[in-house]
RNA sequence: GCCAAGGUGGCAGAGUCCGGCCGAACGCAGCGGCCUGCAGAGCCGCCUACCGCCGGUUCAAAUCCGGCCCUUGGCUCCA
């Protein structure tokens, strides 16, 4: 069985195949840091990190790159605000550290690196000539435009055909364009100040005179790149002409992964993606989650609030192509998911480490359950990286370690082995851990709820239930879950820590 | 208006590409039983789905075809 993935070129599932049979270029367009990450970045990370460890899995050398946009307006915006910094670029590199701080959070695997567009100014400039050169762009006022008409194809990304499409950017624009659809790839001049005014937060001071963004020289005069040409630049430079996978949100469809397509495929004759991903966006309330509407929850406030096993869970509880509905509902049903996965997982490590684990008790049909669950998550993941069904599978695998524990004295020791591995193993795949974020204040705290367990358990002994189940609803209510089993007390603290 | 995605049980969400294993997964909520001093967790079972509407193709359709209604996203910065 192979992956199939969904290619919004072509509007079809299609099997998947690299261009180099042991490799993968990923490439997946990255933010504007131009305020703190929210969580509806951190499904599409999630879902691209997922992507990336299933290729790994599958064998693949993944080579993935990711982009940060440090030149644009609505930084500039922000120069000044708080103690962001002194420039654009300065703000940038705030936003950049605290970004790749809340990737580690979330458990993401790092790609091979992360360029910026600001380092990458003389390619962007390249390629601008280059295109000037062929025939596909043209210079009006020091800006330089993407002419649309020259690329014949342009509109197959978003299906769309020419005369439908509406200008793109400011009026201003519009009277240097030859086709309203025409895109810029080089702005002249410095920032668009009104652009800037635009996208300042209301009621911050950012004193002093409006920041200036930074320009760079060209053939052309002074100037900045235009929006979409980075990240043709950029996967260019750091990949190749040709990538195989090129991963973005479904929001960037058009203009911006269009226009990218008809300058890259304009300048090298050479098709830019073989397979265009696309992930869906959150869906609150009736609207979308987006940082312009501000009706975002960030990355680092979910984290602290919820944990990261038990965000991956949620982040992945639908797959990446469909819309996912954002609330407390739905983020509280994927802690329930995840916490009946740690609690099988944890049973089942207990009872592979206890004594009775040794007795030799085969239990076949236990075993044939944890196989049919590894296919079915195989299946599931190779299915367009479906990582609902590959959830199911892993929670099936749960069931069938709470099953062969009930009622039972002498456990299946290989295939509680074999269980244990299957639920590390896949649930790596979703980036989920079972190590347990162990601290030393973890350990403590452990050691402070073992202690209190054993003097409920003498109250229990004696009799004194109302003193116990006292004890009991005190550590509940500090999220401590415990529970009373055959062989003692056992607990959980809260997740996250 | 144009382009795209989607409408499945109380909620959420797979399945639709390649029609029959779907008398519809997994989970949450709810109900019953077991277990328990009690609770929780767990196990077993139940529950709720004419798969948006209408028509067609077929031995057979949630799945294919046609029409209609509705929702969401894009067409302006946006993961």
New binding site residues.
Partial sequence: MTL?V?N?LT????PFEPRDPESVLLY?????V??P?????????VHVDVMHRWLEYLGYDVRHVENF?DI???IVARVGEDDLGEDELDVAETYIERTLADMRSLNLLRAEVYPRVSEHVPEIIDLVETLVEEGYAYESNGSVYFDVTSFEEYGKL????LD???????PDERSEKRH??D?ALWKAGAVDESAVEE?RHEGVDHGGDPPAGETWESPWGEGRPG?HIECSAMSMTHLDETLDIH??????????HENEVAQSEAATGQAFANYWL??????MD????????GN?VTVDDAVDQWGTNVLRTFLT???Y?????Y?D??I???E??W??LE??YE?AVEAVDSPDARTKVEDASFREEIETARD?FVA?MN??F?T??A??????V??????H???RAEYDYRGLRDAVEALEELGDVLGLSFAGETTGTADLAGDVVDLVLEV?ERE?EAGN??R??DL?DELQALGI??????DG??YRLPSGE
Avoid at 11 to 14: F, I, M, V
Avoid at 278 to 283: G, K, R, T
Avoid at 398 to 403: D, Q, S, V
Avoid at 481 to 486: G, I, N, S
């Fill in positions: 199939h969904t919004t509007g079809e599932k299609e997946y367009c990255g933010l504007t131009s305020d990450p929210h969580l509806g970045h951190a499904r599409s990370w946009t644009n307006e609505k978003s299906n769309q055909e439908e499409i509406e200008s793109q950017g400011d309203p659809a895109f996208h929006w991963v973005g949100g479904r929001d960037l469809v058009f203009p911006h696309h992930c869906e966006l959150f869906q009736d609207e979308k989650m987006s940082s312009s509407l975002f509880a639908g797959s192509n469909s819309k996912q509905l609330s509902e739905t509280a049903e994927a329930e998911r916490d009946r609690r099988a049973a079915a599931a299915d367009d479906n609902r069904e959830q199911s599978a892993l929670l099936s749960a069931t069938a370690i709470n099953a524990l009930e009622d409920r229990r239930y109302e116990a189940d009991r879950e415990v529970q009373d089993t055959d007390a056992t």
